[in-house]
């Protein structure tokens, strides 16, 4: 028997994103960094197309209602919760059938909802439910990593213990595509925007982005049940993830957790980016991932 990654593996590869570890196999996580973008809103520009159900614009002027915090932002529209994580119809594809490709889906949307939604994960920082769903030897890597926050961002979604969330459900946006790897390997492409309201307090706020940070993650799942490798490597592995979030806080986000940009510590203050964006494009799951980064 073999273990999942095989011996031919770019090992070159993982050692540029430092994310292999040798304890009898090599695992399969490309980690590209995550980044955090924000930008000052009260001027910048609106959306300039229109659909028929209008994208709202982030208004940061906008009174902020704690019972509807995504109001006067795109996330407004947006499904609620794990409404907003939904497969697309299962087609066969490779050696997949169709019900298999459901069924793969379904798991791949289950870890994403346990690893980004649920509320005991985030907000205890308990990775064991995701774990859970994961091959055993992915969970063999994962376990020594799980010290540094920082770099297990792609593993949970952490919240920073003193901005709990509000009642309000998360909003989603995004999609999730089945497709082959290279090794003709069922591939569950992930491509999904969160954005979380938070619970400031009686903090005086000047508009909803104040309270709000919008995290995106595209993560490659990789589906292993071939016999040519060992017990261990059958089920789940993450396969290349990229990250960045959006009107975060910069320094408990370089801690690897997540809370709204208000109210930052002078000295941490955010950056102007060096061009300006429109923000519609942070919230858009079509448009890349931005590469700039003001932490």
């Keep these: 028997m073999y273990q999942y990654p095989p011996d031919e593996f770019d090992h070159q590869r993982f050692d540029r994103a430092k994310r292999h570890r040798t304890i009898g196999i090599v695992v399969g996580i490309i980690v590209v960094v995550l980044v955090v973008g924000y930008l000052v809103l009260r001027n910048a520009p609106s959306p300039s197309h229109s659909t028929a159900r209008a994208t709202p614009a982030v208004d940061n002027r ?8 995504f109001e006067h932002t795109p996330a407004a529209i947006w499904p609620e919760g794990e409404a907003g ?14 019900d298999q490709v459901a069924d793969i889906m379904a798991k791949v949307r289950q870890l994403i909802i346990t690893a980004r939604l649920d509320r005991h994960v985030l907000q205890t920082h308990d990775p064991e439910p995701v ?12 376990r020594g990593r799980l010290g540094d926050d920082a770099h297990t961002w792609w593993v949970t979604t952490k919240l920073a213990d003193r901005y709990p ?15 082959l790897n290279d090794k003709s390997e069922l591939t569950i492409k992930t491509n999904y925007l969160i954005a979380y309201a938070f619970d400031v307090g009686t903090t005086t706020v000047d508009g909803p ?49 997540l809370a709204p940009s208000y109210p930052t510590p002078p000295h941490f203050g955010p950056a102007a980016p060096a061009a300006p964006r429109n923000e519609a494009e942070y919230f858009d799951p079509s448009v890349p991932i931005p590469q700039d980064n003001d932490c």
């Design 62 to 69: 906008a009174e902020v209602d704690p019972s509807r915090p």
């Design 85 to 98: 994580i939904m497969p697309p119809p299962a087609q066969p594809i490779g050696r997949y059938p169709a």
């Design 131 to 142: 774990l859970a769903q994961l091959a055993a030897h992915q969970v063999e890597d994962i």
């Design 165 to 179: 969330l509000l009642a309000a459900l998360p909003r989603v946006t995004g999609s999730m595509t089945p497709t």
């Design 209 to 257: 982005m104040d309270i709000m940070a919008v995290d995106r993650q595209e993560v490659d799942y990789v589906w292993v049940d071939d016999p040519a490798y060992d017990a261990g490597s059958q089920g789940m592995w993450f396969g290349e993830v990229k990250g960045f979030v959006y009107a975060a806080n910069c320094p408990l986000h370089r801690r690897g957790l």
